[in-house]
């Protein structure tokens, strides 16, 4: 079992959205503005629809917190949902193509896919960004950063080559669309307008960026311990998302190995180095010391102001799809969820390899090792 786990709960509508993480080793200082910072990252973006004009989502810590540090018992963190109604909204019998909607009522044996809808929202990952908030002040205590921002929406591409993790973070914190091309952002608002124009939707890819992850965090002994496996896992697993690459990803398979593989180079300050990364830092299911690089593709959202052909569920006939509130474009958003993402992933991957119950504890283990490493 890891020692780092978390569930949520909650319904998009509902009182309230809960999150429970077990495992985080206690003496960390939680930051709750910082976690709230997260929290209004993730409303934020072009083509964001009202909701995000009725939720201030902020962040309350139930238990597992004494003196804004954690004791080392379960944390239990609580966002309101100013919007709750989900007992007085209308039932929804047309699901919408590319929802859980159809699939979920005949599973569940429902007849209302608002009983699915409820639970398959997006809204879902606001308590995710939340723990994602918790794990990114653990992963600081031992030196590692997240970023993540929009490599392309649309058909519309942005060019990033050659920019420093610091100018990726401050250009795309500063653009509408998370985006660290100012030209390529501009175009990208520009296709999220078409979309609205035309009642419909559009998608993207994030990539999300970690630095100061050491070497060896995962395993090549068993499936279930790759690390880059289980990043992919629980990427896929944010709503309306349909595949991730890690490094080259799908262009590696385009190329000549001598053209993929990153040349190991003599060690600088102890540390071997490396020609490129076009591994996105993983070898063998383990982190190489490179900067974790992951990008994700996200799909157009399945709500459209002209809705598609569905079937009624309970009188089979055939009809427009339902029109829920939504959003044109959310992959802005996304990225900010992707960092979260990451964040507990890796910070699993630190604690199941370096342990400590206490952060003084974690950050000597962390800090022997990285020295060991140095003098391999």
């Not at 786990?5 to 200082?29: D, M, N, W």
């Not at 009522?105 to 608002?114: E, G, L, S």
């Not at 944010?238 to 262009?251: N, Y």
């Amino acid at each position: 079992m890891p020692q780092l786990r978390y569930f949520t709960a909650g319904e998009s509508h509902g009182q309230c959205l809960i999150g429970v993480v077990e495992g985080l080793p206690a003496g960390l200082k939680l930051d709750r503005a910082a976690i709230n910072r997260d929290l209004a990252r993730r409303q934020q973006g072009y083509g964001r629809g009202g909701r995000m004009k009725i939720e201030a989502d902020e962040a309350e810590i139930v238990s597992g917190v004494r003196h804004d540090e954690t004791i080392g018992s379960p944390v239990t963190l609580m966002v309101k949902n100013r919007d709750f109604k989900i007992n007085e909204l209308p039932a929804v019998t047309k699901p919408r193509p590319g929802h859980a909607d159809l699939a979920g009522v005949i599973k569940y044996d429902r007849q209302d896919a608002r009983d699915i809808l409820e639970r398959s929202s997006a809204r879902e990952t606001t308590m995710r960004v939340a723990i994602g908030g918790v794990c990114k002040l653990l992963l600081a205590e031992v030196g590692v950063d997240i970023v993540g921002h929009i490599v392309s929406l649309g058909t519309v591409q942005a060019k990033t080559d050659g920019l420093t993790f610091a100018q990726i973070r401050e250009r795309s914190e500063a653009s509408e669309v998370r985006c660290a091309d100012p030209e390529a952002g501009e175009k990208m608002i520009e296709a999220i307008d078409a979309a609205k124009g035309q009642g419909d939707t559009i998608g993207g890819v994030f990539e999300v960026i970690a630095i100061g992850v050491p070497i060896g965090l995962g395993s090549h002994v068993h499936w279930d311990r790759k690390l880059d496996a289980n990043l992919a896992r629980a990427l896929m697993s944010i709503q309306a998302m349909k595949g991730v690459e890690v490094g080259l990803g799908f262009e590696a398979a385009r190329r000549f190995g001598s053209q993929v593989h990153d040349e190991i180079l003599p060690a600088q300050e102890g540390v071997f180095t490396r020609a490129g990364n076009n591994a996105g830092g993983f070898e063998g299911g383990m982190t190489n010391g490179q900067p974790v690089v992951v990008r994700v593709a996200m799909k157009p959202l399945s709500t459209l102001m002209k809705p598609m052909r569905s079937v009624d569920i309970q009188t089979g006939q055939e009809v427009k799809a339902t029109v829920e509130r939504s959003d044109v474009c959310a992959t802005p958003a996304a990225a900010v969820i992707g960092e979260a993402v990451v964040a507990v992933e890796l910070a699993k991957a630190f604690l199941d390899k370096f342990g400590g119950d206490s952060v003084r504890e974690l950050k000597r283990n962390v800090e022997s090792y990285r020295e060991a490493c140095q003098r391999w």
